[in-house]
Structure formats: C-alpha cells, structure tokens
C-alpha cells in the first residue's frame, strides 16, 4: 500500500521569509505522480504544484517550488516570500493515475 | 476559468436517510472522483469513475454508497442509509484525458448527520 507521510503537523513562518514543507511516501511503482495541495479556511481544495517521477527537474510555480528526490521518496515544498494568503492547510498527495492518496496535512501559519 | 460545482454548499440529514450529493465536473474531464474529509482528518478517497463505470473504489465505498453520471453534465454520490460517522466534507473532483492527472476539486459539501 502506498502510504504519504508528513511529519509537521505545523509549521510556522514570518511574513516575506521561505519555509520548507516536509513530504515522503512509499512505493514500489516507478510512474507516478505528486502533488501539493492547498486548503485554506474555506475548506475548498487547489492545486498547487505537480511533478511527474519521471522528471529530474524540480517543478516550480512562481513562489512555490519542490525538492523532489526520487531514490529517497521525498517531496518536499518550498514557499518563498511568504505571504498573509498563504496560510492554509497543506497536502502532500501521490498517485498513479486514479485515485489521490493524500498525507495527513500540515498546517501553515503565516506571522506579520 | 472553468470550475468543479458542487451542490449543496451544506446538507443536514437524519440517521437512515438517503442523501444525494450532486457534482458537475470541468466540461471537457473524462474521469470523476468523490472524496470525504472528516473534521480535522486527512482527505480519504472514495470512488473513481470513468466511461460510465467506476474504475476504482476504496474500502470505505460499501454498499451504502453509489455512484451515477445521469446525465452528460452531473455526476453523482447517493448515501442509501447515512450514519452519524458519514458525517464528513464531501469532494468532487474531475481531470481531463492527458497525461497530466491533476485533479480539479470542487468546494465540497458539508454533509451532517443527526
């Protein structure tokens, strides 16, 4: 079974500062997908970055990039520029095509 | 921007009723999916569906739960006999047919159960 573990259950960090979200899985697959997911407040679910196994290249979106070790199934999260918005719940999540296995969350507070 | 929709936003039912949770998924995504997240808890998978069939389910998707497309725009979960421990938010989500598998989340249901 594939499991997602992350291992903060929160985290913290100042406006305008980076921080680093922690992710590892487990599989025995060699395709496969990950994903970080937002989920503020509201409780509504979005996106926010994708990378594929079979990339080396570490996926970036504008403030939001990962660190993607393969050999050792860690998919960490980078936020740089830290902003107010950017507090949320945040979701590691794993999948070979259907169904997302999520991790249990970490919660992010953003400090002024 | 096109949008997963759910409705309703909130559903109250009793113990041992059925309830209906209705999606529309993006237009142009071929494979549909529910999830539940219970307070506090982690999103749990559900049921994936695809041509018109369900491609995958987990444990959690007993008898108690169905599936439907009825139509080409909705997509449907019917909870036949809700328990309390049913009590969860509720997500659709739809991706289209590319190699991308990023999947599209609508705003949930907040389903309870008294």
């Known amino acids: 079974a594939q499991t997602v573990t992350q291992s903060q259950p929160e985290m913290s960090v100042q406006e305008a500062e980076t921080v680093t979200l922690s992710c590892t899985y487990d599989?025995?697959?060699?395709?496969?997908?990950l994903f970080w997911y937002k989920q503020p407040p509201s409780r509504q679910m979005i996106l926010v970055i994708r990378?594929?196994?079979?990339?080396?290249q570490n996926a970036t979106e504008n403030r939001f990039s990962v660190n993607f070790q393969k050999a050792a199934k860690s998919f960490s999260l980078k936020i740089s520029d830290s902003q107010l918005g950017d507090a949320a719940m945040y979701f590691c999540?794993?999948?070979?095509?259907?169904?997302?296995?999520f991790g249990k969350g970490t919660s992010l507070l953003v400090t002024p | 921007e096109p949008e997963v929709t759910q409705t309703p936003s909130h559903q109250v039912t009793q113990m041992g009723q059925e309830v209906i949770l209705r999606c529309v998924p993006i237009?142009?995504?071929?494979?549909f999916y529910w999830y539940r997240q219970i307070l506090g808890q982690k999103v749990e998978f559900l049921v994936s569906?695809?041509?018109?069939?369900?491609?995958?389910k987990s444990e959690i998707f007993d008898d108690q739960f169905s599936v439907e497309r009825p139509d080409g725009s909705n997509f449907t979960l019917k909870i036949r006999s809700t328990k309390l421990e049913d009590s969860a938010m509720y997500f659709c989500?739809?991706?289209?047919?590319?190699?991308?598998?990023?999947?599209?989340f609508g705003p949930g249901t907040r389903l309870t159960v008294t």
């Open positions: 989500a739809s991706r289209d047919g590319t190699g991308l598998y990023e999947q599209y």
């Open positions: 599989t025995s697959e060699s395709d496969y997908y």
């Open positions: 990378q594929e196994a079979y990339k080396q």
């Open positions: 999540a794993y999948s070979i095509g259907y169904a997302l296995n």
């Open positions: 237009s142009n995504h071929l494979y």
């Open positions: 569906f695809y041509n018109n069939e369900i491609s995958e």
